[in-house]
C-alpha cells in the first residue's frame, strides 16, 4: 500500500521532551503563547488588528469553538487556543500554483499535517486531472463545469456524497443543503457524525430536544456543575471563566475524567494580570478519575445514592416524566462493587459526592468527547438526563443539559439542515419553503459514506470544508474508500491531508474563512452562526481576503447549482448576491426563525425557541420527559490488553497541527506518545520512551502502527490515550456507537508491544 496516508508527525522519537503535566490552566504563559503565535503567523500589527475583532458585535465568530459570548463582551473575549485558531487562518503564507507545480502529490503525501498546514493558505482553484501527478490551476467556471458534468452523469443522485465540517456558516450551509436536496439525496453525512450525535440522540427522545437547555447565564446560579468526559482548559478555555465566576458564587464542581486536566485543576484568567490579580482560583471541588468507559456505572451509582438519600423532586417526577419507577429499580439491582469495579471509583467517594448532588437546588451536566465517542454514548447521556430528571434539574435557572459543542458552527448546521436523516416534519416545512420536492430516504452518515465508496457506489464526493480522511476512522480503509470516488471536491482555506489522498480526480475550491471580508454585489456581507446554547448572532470578517481568486462559501454553493440546474424555483445567482436573501428564504424554509433579518441585527442576536429550558414542556410522543433503563455496558477486555481514547493536545485544532507541544500535559516535541499509568509500566519492565508498536483488536480483525513511545502518565490502570489524528489508523471502521453510529474514538481495545528501546539524548525535568 502507499504509505500517503499517514497522519502524523514525522516520527522523531528522540525529541520528546517530558516535564512535570501543569496544574493550571490560561493565565500569563497562556498570554504569551497567543502573542507568539498570532506574530510569528500575521506580523505584529496585523495581529493586534485581528485579536480584537474576535467576538466583538461587529467582528467574527471565533472559529475556535462554539462556548457562546456574554451579553457584556470586553475586548478580551478570545483565548489562548482561539487567537491560535485565527493566527493560523490569517497566516501570510499562501499555497499558490506555483507551490503546486513543484511538488507532486505524492511528495506532499510524505509530509507530515503540521507542515502541510504550515505551508499557508490556498490561493487558487486547482484541477488533479485523471492519471496525473499534479495539480493544475483552472477557473472557477471550468471546476464548475466538470463538477456539474460529474453530477448530471450520474445514474442516481443516491451515488453522490456531500460532507461538511462545522465551520460553514448558517447560510453557506442553507444553501448548501438545498442544493444536495435539489439534486435528490440525503446524503450529508458531517463532523457532527463523529461529534456530538450521541448527544442528540440521547436528548431527543428523553427531553424532545436534541440540544442543550442551559443558558450561560444559569452557571451563575447553579449549586454544582458536572464537567464530564470533557477538557476545557484545552477545547473551552472561555468556559473556564464561566466555571471561575460560579465558584465564586458557590457552586460545587465535579469533574469526572481519567485524566486530572489542568483547567479544571486551578485557573487564572488572563485578563486578572491586567488588574494587577496573581491569585488563582481552584476550580474542581473534586476530581473522579473513572476508567475509560466507566461513566455510565459512576452515574447508576448517583441514582442510587438519591433514592437511598432524598433529592428527588417528586412532583416534578409524578407529573412531568414517565419511566421513573423501573430506572431507579434497575439502578438500585447493581451492587456497590459491580458499581465500583465499573466505574473505577470507590464506593465512599461515590456517596460523598453523591449526597453533594442530592442536596442540590440546580444542576448543570456538561460533556463532550469522553462519553459521545463510547459504543455507549447514547445510553450513557441518557443516564446523566435520568439524573438530572430525578431532581427536577431541567427548565428552572442554573440547572439543565450541556453538551459542550465543538466547532463554532456545528449546532448550527444541523439546525438549518445538513441532516442524512431529517425528520418529516423538517422535510416538509422545507419543501414548502424551497418549493421543491426532497426525498424522504435517509442518507449517509460519515461510516455508512466510507462504507459506499468502499463499495464502489459513489461517483462524486463534495467537501464543505474539513479534513475527511485525517478525521475519520480507519485511515486506510477511508483511504481505500477515496481512491475508488469518480471525482473528490473539496472546498478549504488550508492545505491539507484530504487534498492528496483523492478521488480519480480531484479539485480544490479555495474559500474566504470567518476572518475575511466578504464582499457582494459591493455591500459587506455578514454571516450568521449558533453557539453551543442556541443563540443566532453575526459574524462578520474583517481582513482583506489571502488572494483575490478567494469567494465565499455562499457564492460557491450558488455557482456550482446555477451551473447544475437550469430549471430551478430557486434563483441561486440572487440569493448570494445579497445574504439577507438568503436568510429570508430560510425565514420561509424552517421553524424558529421569524423576522430573522431583523432580529440577528439585534446586539446579541436572537434565542432559538427550546421548550425544555423556556417552559419546561417536552415534546416527545407523550408530552413528558422520560427516564430510560439501560444494562451496564460490557467492559472486560482480554487479559494484558489495554482501552485506548485518541484525544487533542493543547496545540491541534481537530486534525490542524499548530505546534508538536501539549504544555498543560508537559509534553513537547513527539506526539506520537502512549500516556500509561507507571505501574502497568513498571509491571512490564519499561520506562518512560520505551518504543511500542500498537495493536487494535475488534471482532478478530487487527490493526497495527510503529512507532509510537511509552510516558507514565496519570491516567487509570490498564487505561491509554494517543493522540488524534495519529492513530486514527487504529479506529476500527465498525467500531461504533449504538444508534448514533460514532465511531468509538475513546473506546478502541489494543495490545501493545515493546520494540527496542532508545533513550540516549532525550531530555527529562
Ligand atoms: N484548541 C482546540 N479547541 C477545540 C478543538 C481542538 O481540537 N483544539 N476541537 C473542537 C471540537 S470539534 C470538539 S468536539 C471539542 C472537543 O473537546 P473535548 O471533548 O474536550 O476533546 P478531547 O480531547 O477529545 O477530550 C475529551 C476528554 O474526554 C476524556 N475522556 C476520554 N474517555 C472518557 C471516559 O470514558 N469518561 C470520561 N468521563 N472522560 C473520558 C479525556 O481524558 C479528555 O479529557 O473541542 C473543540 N475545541
Ligand atoms: N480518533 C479521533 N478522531 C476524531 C475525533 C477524536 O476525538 N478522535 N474527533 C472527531 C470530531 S469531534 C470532529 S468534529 C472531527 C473533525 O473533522 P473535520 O471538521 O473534518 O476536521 P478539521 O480538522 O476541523 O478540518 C480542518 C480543515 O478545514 C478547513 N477549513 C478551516 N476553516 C474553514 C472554512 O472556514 N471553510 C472551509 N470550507 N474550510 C475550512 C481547512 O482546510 C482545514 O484543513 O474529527 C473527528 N475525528
Ligand atoms: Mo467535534
Known amino acids: 500500500m502507499r504509505d500517503d496516508v499517514r497522519a502524523d508527525t514525522p516520527p522523531d522519537l528522540r525529541s520528546l521532551k517530558i516535564k512535570k503535566p501543569k496544574k493550571m490552566a490560561a493565565g500569563i504563559p497562556a498570554v504569551t503563547s497567543s502573542l507568539k503565535h498570532g506574530i510569528k503567523k500575521m506580523g505584529l500589527i496585523r495581529s493586534a488588528k485581528t485579536l480584537t475583532m474576535v467576538n466583538q458585535q461587529n467582528g467574527f465568530d471565533c472559529p475556535g469553538c462554539a462556548w457562546p459570548d456574554p451579553q457584556h463582551r470586553t475586548h478580551f473575549e478570545f483565548c489562548e487556543n482561539g487567537a491560535k485558531a485565527v493566527a493560523d487562518e490569517a497566516t501570510k ?166 485524566l486530572p486536566e489542568a483547567g479544571l485543576e486551578r485557573f487564572k484568567h488572563p485578563q486578572d494580570y491586567m488588574k494587577l490579580d496573581f491569585g488563582t482560583t481552584k476550580l474542581a471541588d473534586y476530581h473522579l478519575p473513572v476508567r475509560i468507559g466507566g461513566d455510565a456505572a459512576l452515574m447508576k451509582g448517583f441514582i442510587k445514592v438519591h433514592s437511598e438519600f432524598g433529592g428527588l423532586d417528586q412532583e416534578f417526577i409524578d407529573n412531568d416524566t414517565e419511566g421513573f419507577q423501573s430506572m431507579v429499580e434497575d439502578a438500585n439491582s447493581y451492587s456497590w462493587p459491580v458499581l465500583e469495579l465499573n466505574s473505577g471509583i470507590e464506593k465512599e467517594l461515590i456517596i460523598q459526592v453523591g449526597k453533594v448532588l442530592a442536596k442540590s437546588k440546580a444542576t448543570i451536566a456538561c460533556w463532550a468527547m469522553g462519553l459521545t465517542q463510547q459504543p455507549n454514548g447514547v445510553s450513557v447521556i441518557q443516564e446523566i438526563v435520568n439524573l438530572l430528571l430525578m431532581g427536577g434539574h431541567v427548565g428552572r435557572p442554573g440547572a439543565g443539559f450541556c453538551p459542550v459543542r465543538g466547532h463554532s458552527n456545528v449546532q448550527g448546521d444541523r439546525t438549518v439542515g445538513i441532516w442524512e436523516a431529517p425528520p418529516p416534519s423538517f422535510i416538509k416545512k422545507m419543501e414548502e419553503g424551497l418549493n421543491i420536492s426532497i426525498p424522504k430516504e435517509h442518507g449517509y452518515d460519515v461510516v455508512k459514506a466510507i462504507h459506499a465508496m468502499r463499495e464502489g457506489d459513489v461517483d462524486v464526493f463534495f467537501c464543505m470544508g474539513g479534513n475527511f480522511i485525517s478525521a475519520t476512522p480507519d485511515t486506510h480503509a477511508t483511504a481505500e474508500g477515496l481512491r475508488k470516488v469518480g471525482l473528490t471536491v473539496q472546498v478549504s482555506t488550508k492545505l491539507n491531508r484530504s487534498h492528496l489522498v483523492t478521488g480519480e480526480q480531484a479539485i480544490i475550491l479555495p474559500c474566504l474563512g470567518r476572518t475575511e471580508l466578504d464582499v457582494q454585489g459591493e455591500v459587506t456581507q455578514f454571516v450568521t452562526v449558533e453557539n453551543s446554547m442556541g443563540i443566532v448572532h453575526q459574524s462578520r470578517g474583517g481582513l482583506q481576503p489571502a488572494s483575490k481568486e478567494l469567494r465565499s462559501e455562499p457564492w460557491i454553493v450558488s455557482h456550482l447549482a446555477s451551473n447544475l440546474f437550469t430549471d430551478s424555483p430557486i434563483k441561486w445567482l440572487d440569493l448570494s448576491e445579497n445574504y439577507d436573501r438568503i436568510r429570508d428564504l430560510m425565514e420561509r424554509s424552517l421553524d424558529g426563525f421569524d423576522n430573522y433579518n431583523q432580529r440577528v441585527r439585534n446586539e446579541n442576536g436572537f434565542l432559538l425557541p427550546n421548550p425544555p429550558r423556556d417552559t419546561r414542556t417536552f415534546s416527545t410522543p407523550s408530552g413528558k420527559a422520560h427516564f430510560t433503563t439501560h444494562p451496564l455496558p460490557n467492559l472486560s477486555i482480554d487479559a494484558d490488553r489495554f482501552i485506548m481514547m485518541t484525544i487533542r493536545s493543547h496545540d491541534q485544532y481537530n486534525t490542524t497541527i499548530y505546534d508538536v507541544h501539549d504544555r498543560y500535559r508537559g509534553l513537547s516535541g513527539n506526539r506520537r506518545i502512549v500516556l500509561m499509568n507507571a505501574l502497568d509500566m513498571v509491571e512490564r519492565g519499561w520506562k518512560n520512551r520505551q518504543k511500542l508498536s500498537i495493536t487494535s483488536h475488534f471482532e478478530g480483525e487487527k490493526r497495527h502502527s510503529d512507532g509510537w513511545l511509552a510516558v507514565a502518565y496519570e491516567i487509570p490502570r490498564k487505561n491509554i490515550a494517543t493522540y488524534f489524528p495519529e492513530a486514527n489508523s487504529l479506529v476500527p471502521l465498525n467500531s461504533t456507537a449504538a444508534v448514533s453510529n460514532t465511531p468509538t474514538s475513546k473506546w478502541i481495545e489494543v495490545s501493545l508491544e515493546s520494540k527496542l528501546s532508545l533513550s540516549k539524548g532525550d531530555e527529562e525535568e
Open 93 to 258: 503564507n499562501r499555497v499558490t500554483p506555483e507551490f503546486f507545480a513543484k511538488h507532486s502529490v505524492q511528495e506532499l503525501s510524505e509530509q507530515s499535517d503540521y507542515w502541510l498546514n504550515k505551508q499557508g493558505r490556498l490561493t487558487h482553484p486547482m484541477h488533479l486531472e485523471k492519471g496525473s501527478s499534479h495539480y493544475v490551476p483552472i477557473t472557477w467556471q471550468r471546476a464548475f463545469e466538470i463538477i456539474a458534468s460529474e453530477l448530471k452523469s450520474m445514474n442516481n443522485p443516491d451515488r453522490s456524497v456531500f460532507y461538511t465540517s462545522g465551520r460553514t456558516s448558517n447560510e453557506a450551509a442553507f444553501l448548501y443543503q438545498a442544493m444536495v436536496r435539489s439534486i435528490g439525496t440525503n446524503n450529508l453525512p458531517d463532523c457532527s457524525n463523529m461529534c456530538h450525535e450521541s448527544s442528540g440522540k440521547g436528548l431527543g427522545p428523553t427531553i424532545g430536544i436534541g440540544k442543550g437547555t442551559v443558558h450561560l447565564e444559569d452557571f451563575n446560579h447553579a449549586d454544582v456543575i458536572m464537567v464530564i468526559g470533557q477538557n476545557p482548559g484545552t477545547n473551552h478555555p472561555r468556559m473556564l471563566t464561566a466555571l471561575r465566576d460560579a465558584k465564586n458564587k458557590g457552586a460545587t464542581i465535579v469533574h469526572i475524567n481519567p
